[in-house]
């Protein structure tokens, strides 16, 4: 047949400037009007001819990526889109042989010419080419029509309800359909689009959200765990309208607590069915029955339909969809791309029933099946039983044996993936010894978040080979290995933060030391970051130390650079200060020197890691955490003064039990001498008391700097005594407890102003000592205002064993240097600290080796539960 080759485009990518001086992007701090945008995919339209040509763009989350997948849209250019880079876009590129490649290259769009004309037969109706969901680099493309581009966009804007005020983020590569159509959704009705590549686990993505007001963002399943990880239940996010779930099936009770999130938050959970062949979507769940029906898909989009069709050999029906949007067909050579409509209807593969309320459920997927022993097994009932034995998996197969690849620390030790197997096997009715489980560091996975089943398959193949029976082998990565050794964590996965994995404030001064040693200077919130993003930064730094040319700034100046960076390094100034109170605190009371005030200041720090580590994900794993860090300081504590009790007569049962403060005499007595212990054990408890209250919780979350300026508020009522109320011990603390953690949360110029004005009006005044009060008002200030302090080189390993070694410090040196003052108040000190880091190193291997033992008996015995498979 001929081809004429007529440029007709898709109309919203055709109609920008319709849309006048609305703001169509945001990118890099600025905005792009509509009118902007219509010119700049117009001069690119035109660098693409007037005939006819097949274009492929390795497409990105930029600009200039965006503007000539417009232009090829609106001028009627077929579009090949590409992944960025890697062997997937070469195959597609040699197999297609497209006549123009795109690119972005520093910056700017690259257009390279690979012949005049073209020497495709296009069909008049082929607008995109796109690779099929869960291909990598296959020659098996979607052929979608421009009709069906823009009717889908349109059913999307029309179902959720898209005005010209809203803005998306892009967390979704341009490259993925889901991802692609945000873009044509929101720029279809003169929404605008807020560019970026950052993840959802980056502190700064979130300031992106709040600064450029951002409604709406895309997220797959895997972004929730991510999501998790970054604390997003606690996050205020005013601007936040909705978000969308696509990309594979959320877990019915996920999707049912982050509906209930937002209904408490003020934004809507939209649930969505979709696939490559039907442009992006086919189904939605309505917000407002995701949390009574979280195992639906919904309903189907404006102008679509669903029917169920009988499957040979199966009780099941297949979800048969049509409308608008179907795709044209499918193509697997140039040949294909002549071709018109070869299909009127789209069969899903996926096996769904219909409920009484007309809501759409997905119940299986006939290729999702495997035969063994004659036996039809579903891959997805593997994975669910696999997560509710609380293990994170993802399963692949093919006719006689099932492989999954096993993300979880049940994976730790060949036994439980032995118990867990034998479970699987019976529930899923298949013999053990088709059952294979690959303990993994993180489900593989392909760009677009989704498992990659083939690598899983391969598991099986290279642990045959290895005869390493699927476990994980190699060197450990340097970041992942200090992770490992500090937090006794042996499965890490890229995605894992050090919050996730557990991290608090007793293990944070011996993970940071580490990692600026093999990162340099740390970012503020590395906490927070997952460790594959770390892993990065560690080989950036390297990178850049080995491309630094010390000579060009000029040879003085290089000089000395030189050994000012020899000489001094950065640290937290969080652990600084820990380092120089116990030192000074010891000192004082061995009366080497006086310089009281620093544990005070301490009080300021513990709040300031309060809220650093102890807030973030939901509700029951936050208590856990919380709890779990209050007997990491009860236990060694009651044990040293317990030691203390039995074998002098300076200390009461109240002291053991850390309840001096409450039950001891009035005023300061021996028996205060542990006072600090006491008060931020009681401080930590009843934090956990009250924020486990959900509606406290919630406020929390809420206002997170307006809260502990609340207890702070609350707290000086009583130390002024506006409210006289009885108060043990030393007198109101909280207040400066709240302080160190409203300045945790001040994250901008302002709020840090106004924290600094409160401290200035507070804390002076606290005591009758002014040289005190100077101490804690200049620690708090470094807190809150210097991330880190220049410490020489040779101090770093002393101050940071000083920092994880203060708590056990402060309580074995009333022990320790009575036995030394009357020689040398100096070795009294040095005594007191060394015997201090002893204990820290005891301590904390013992009870790490408990939480150990505690785990895999706990495991052990929910897998011994499970019914034995018949013998």
């Given amino acids: 047949m001929t081809i004429e080759p007529v440029l007709t485009g898709v109309s919203f990518a055709a109609g920008l400037a319709a849309f006048g001086d609305r703001t169509a992007v945001r990118v890099d701090g600025e905005a792009v009007s509509y009118c902007e945008l219509a010119d700049r995919v117009d001069t690119a339209a035109r660098s693409l001819g007037t005939v006819r040509r097949l274009v492929a763009l390795e497409a990105d989350n930029s600009l200039p990526s965006l503007v000539v997948y417009l232009a090829a849209l609106s001028s009627g250019h077929p579009l090949l889109i590409l992944p960025t880079g890697g062997r997937a876009a070469e195959s597609l590129v040699a197999a297609y042989d497209p006549d123009v490649l795109a690119r972005v290259e520093g910056g700017e769009a690259v257009l390279e010419e690979r012949r005049e004309g073209t020497r495709h037969a296009l069909h008049p109706e082929l607008a995109l080419l796109v690779s099929t969901s869960g291909s990598t680099g296959s020659p098996k493309l979607v052929r979608l029509s421009g009709d069906a581009v823009q009717a889908n966009a349109a059913a999307i804007a029309e179902y959720l309800q898209l005005r010209p005020e809203d803005r998306a983020a892009t967390t979704l590569p341009l490259s993925y359909c889901y991802g692609m159509s945000v873009v044509n959704s929101h720029l279809s009705v003169g929404a605008s689009v807020v560019l970026t590549d950052l993840s959802v686990v980056d502190p700064c993505f979130w300031d992106l959200v709040r600064t450029e007001h951002v409604t709406s963002f895309a997220a797959v399943p895997y972004t929730f765990e991510l999501l998790e990880r970054a604390g997003f239940a606690d996050m205020d996010l005013p601007s936040l309208r909705y978000i969308t779930q696509a990309g594979g099936r959320l877990a019915p009770e996920r999707v049912r607590a982050y509906a209930q999130l937002g209904r408490r938050r003020g934004w809507d959970l939209f649930v969505m069915y979709g696939q490559t062949e039907a442009t992006a979507r086919m189904a939605y769940l309505p917000p407002d029955v995701a949390a009574g029906h979280p195992q639906a898909v919904g309903i189907p989009i404006p102008g679509g339909q669903f029917r169920l069709a009988p499957v040979p050999g199966l009780e099941e029906r297949e979800l048969v969809y049509s409308g608008p949007n179907v795709m044209l067909g499918y193509a697997e050579t140039p040949a294909d791309l002549e071709l018109g409509r070869t299909v009127t209807e789209l069969h899903t593969g996926d096996l769904a029933r219909r409920t009484a309320d007309g809501l759409y459920e997905i119940v299986g997927r006939r290729s999702r099946f495997v035969k063994i022993v004659g036996l039809r097994v579903d891959l997805g009932q593997v994975e669910r039983i696999l997560a509710d034995l609380g293990v994170s998996a993802a399963a692949a197969g093919q006719d006689g044996r099932v492989?999954?690849?096993?993300?979880?620390?049940?994976?730790?030790?060949?036994?439980?993936?032995?118990?867990?197997?034998?479970?699987?096997?019976?529930?899923?009715?298949?013999?053990?010894?088709?059952?294979?489980?690959?303990?993994?560091?993180?489900?593989?996975?392909?760009?677009?978040?989704?498992?990659?089943?083939?690598?899983?398959?391969?598991?099986?193949?290279?642990?045959?080979?290895?005869?390493?029976?699927?476990?994980?082998?190699?060197?450990?990565?340097?970041?992942?290995?200090?992770?490992?050794?500090?937090?006794?964590?042996?499965?890490?996965?890229?995605?894992?933060?050090?919050?996730?994995?557990?991290?608090?404030?007793?293990?944070?001064?011996?993970?940071?030391?580490?990692?600026?040693?093999?990162?340099?200077?740390?970012?503020?919130?590395?906490?927070?970051?997952?460790?594959?993003?770390?892993?990065?930064?560690?080989?950036?730094?390297?990178d850049l130390r080995s491309a630094a040319d010390p000579g060009a700034a000029g040879p003085v100046r290089a000089a000395v650079q030189k050994w000012r960076n020899r000489l001094l390094a950065p640290m937290e100034t969080g652990i600084v200060l820990r380092a120089v109170a116990i030192v000074f605190i010891i000192a004082t009371h061995v009366r080497l020197f006086s310089w009281e005030g620093m544990a005070h200041v301490l009080l300021a720090v513990a709040g300031f890691n309060f809220a650093r580590f102890q807030l973030s994900g939901p509700p029951g794993a936050r208590l856990r955490r919380q709890l779990r860090t209050v007997a990491r300081v009860v236990v060694p504590s009651i044990a040293v003064i317990g030691f203390a009790f039995a074998v002098t007569d300076s200390y009461t049962w109240a002291n053991v039990f850390l309840l001096n403060t409450v039950l001891g005499p009035e005023g300061w007595t021996d028996f205060s001498r542990f006072w600090f212990v006491e008060i931020l054990v009681h401080i930590l408890l009843g934090m956990a008391a009250l924020l486990a209250i959900p509606a406290v919780g919630r406020a929390e979350r809420r206002w997170p700097l307006a809260f502990p300026l609340a207890l702070f508020g609350a707290d000086l009522l009583l130390r002024f005594r506006i409210i006289d109320l009885p108060y043990p011990g030393q007198g109101p603390v909280l207040w400066l407890f709240a302080l160190g953690w409203a300045a945790a949360a001040s994250r901008t110029l302002r709020t840090r102003a106004a924290v600094t004005a409160l401290a200035v009006l507070t804390i002076p005044g606290a005591f009758d000592d002014g040289y005190r009060n100077a101490t804690i008002l200049a620690g708090f200030l470094a807190l809150l205002w210097l991330p880190t302090l220049p410490v020489p080189r040779a101090l770093h390993a002393i101050t940071g064993l000083l920092a994880s070694a203060s708590l056990y410090a402060y309580v074995t040196h009333w022990l320790v240097y009575p036995l030394f003052d009357q020689t040398s108040k100096g070795l009294a000190v040095a005594v007191s600290l060394a015997v201090g880091i002893a204990y820290w190193a005891a301590a904390t291997r013992a009870m790490n080796a408990a939480e150990r033992w505690l785990r895999r008996r706990s495991a052990g015995r929910r897998l011994q539960h499970q019914p034995d498979v018949g013998r």
């Fill in 403 to 542: 492989v999954a690849a096993v993300e979880t620390a049940a994976a730790e030790s060949g036994r439980d993936l032995a118990l867990i197997a034998k479970t699987v096997a019976q529930e899923a009715g298949v013999p053990r010894s088709a059952l294979h489980l690959h303990p993994v560091a993180a489900i593989p996975r392909l760009a677009n978040g989704k498992p990659d089943y083939p690598a899983i398959l391969a598991l099986h193949d290279e642990s045959a080979e290895s005869g390493t029976g699927g476990g994980p082998s190699g060197a450990v990565d340097d970041v992942r290995g200090i992770f490992a050794d500090v937090l006794e964590q042996e499965d890490i996965s890229d995605a894992d933060t050090f919050v996730s994995l557990g991290g608090d404030s007793l293990s944070y001064v011996a993970a940071s030391v580490r990692l600026e040693r093999a990162l340099g200077d740390l970012p503020r919130d590395w906490h927070l970051l997952p460790v594959g993003e770390l892993e990065r930064a560690r080989g950036a730094a390297a």
